[in-house]
């Protein structure tokens, strides 16, 4: 059994809000070329092929039938995960670790601008005896969920207006980023509500964009010389909390706490908030980032996470900083692509690769994301440098 995997190559396109001039076959063929030439390999030197997709979204089925010719995996061993780029991470190194594979190319993408009717998808994965037949918009959930967060924790509009500003911001320093936007927390009250007491800006908007991440064991880094600095997978963990909307936690994001709990307990780390240097946490919503971190235990209570937020102390330079990439506000919702985006900035940063926003203090990140609603399913990778 292997020991160690480290990612040694990594692709990702500038995501936009539309690529009306590019399928996604030219999406991916474009980004894995890449992330090929970051790793220093040859896509026959591939052992094993990821990609992150959902067939309803694709509008094709069994999707992974469409993806060998533009990854190079022809005649290679090639699956879907119908799930964030984080669980594919996730599988593609626990297929390194397992001895199945030397060397694993994990693909995500999105063609959201595609999809005329997303909101149908979402309506689709509701409940079809209890809650479809409501006829509600499913981003409403958010609105509800948000809405008790903040009652039961005493958190303010306020401080999520904090992150809904910050992020977009951060994102003006990305050159991957969909939706940069200078702004100030008291300019986030002018927009509308979406779902009270959501407003529209606080929603992440849909993006199209592609990641592709090259995985290998410790042999392989150490037998060759890998072009780019690798980075060290610490930890992985994913997990799902009750699908029904009647029987979930509504205050507490029960999934990411018990991936985190996974990832850390790989990784050795007892005390986040003091041996991981920055996150890259999901916030497809911004009281999620708030919810996010206080489930993977940056701060015990939910308070002190919207006092760090209102204080700065979420900001680049601050004590924790929290998704320095401009997050999924910032960047774009990208699909099944949006956690391998979180990774994407966690790598760059440790490789001291992240240009104008390079922290000063990058040895240890951690990435999470969550699938959206109406899901309870996320995961969470710890990524290290040597």
Known sequence: MQSRVAIIGIGAQAAQAATPRQSYKEMMFQTAQRAYLDAGIEAGEVDSFVTCAEDLNEGLSIFDEYTPDQLGAVQKPMHTVSGDGLHGLADGVMQILSGLAEVVVVEAHSKASNILTPDWILDYATDPVYNRPLGFNPHALAGLEMNVFLHETGITPEQCAHVTAKNLTNALRNPLAAYPARTLAGDIEASPYDFYPLREI???????????????????????????????????????????????????????????????????????????????????????????????????????????????????????????????????????????????????????QAGPRQLTRARVGLAQSWRGVPTTSGAVAILGRE
């Not at 410790?218 to 037998?223: I, K, L, M, S, Y």
């Not at 937020?309 to 997050?327: C, F, I, M, W, Y």
């Not at 999924?328 to 985006?341: D, K, N, P, V």
């Open 202 to 352: 606080e929603r992440a908007r849909a993006a199209d964009g592609c990641v592709v991440v090259v995985l290998a064991n410790e042999d392989r880094v150490r037998a060759r010389e890998v072009k780019s600095q690798p980075v060290w997978v610490r930890g992985v963990g994913f997990a799902s909390d009750s699908p029904t909307v009647e029987s979930r936690d509504w205050v507490r994001a029960e999934y990411a706490r018990v991936a985190a709990q996974m990832a850390y307990r790989q990784a050795g780390i007892r005390q986040p908030e003091k041996e991981i240097d920055f996150f890259e946490v999901d916030d497809t919503y911004a009281y999620k980032e708030l919810q996010h971190l206080v489930a993977i235990g940056v701060y015990l209570r939910a308070g002190d996470a919207g006092r760090a937020a209102e204080l700065g102390d979420t900001k680049p330079h601050g004590a924790n900083p929290v998704n320095v990439s401009g997050g999924a506000l910032g960047g774009g919702m990208t699909l099944e692509a949006t956690g391998l985006y979180r990774a994407v900035e966690v790598v760059l940063q440790l490789r001291g």
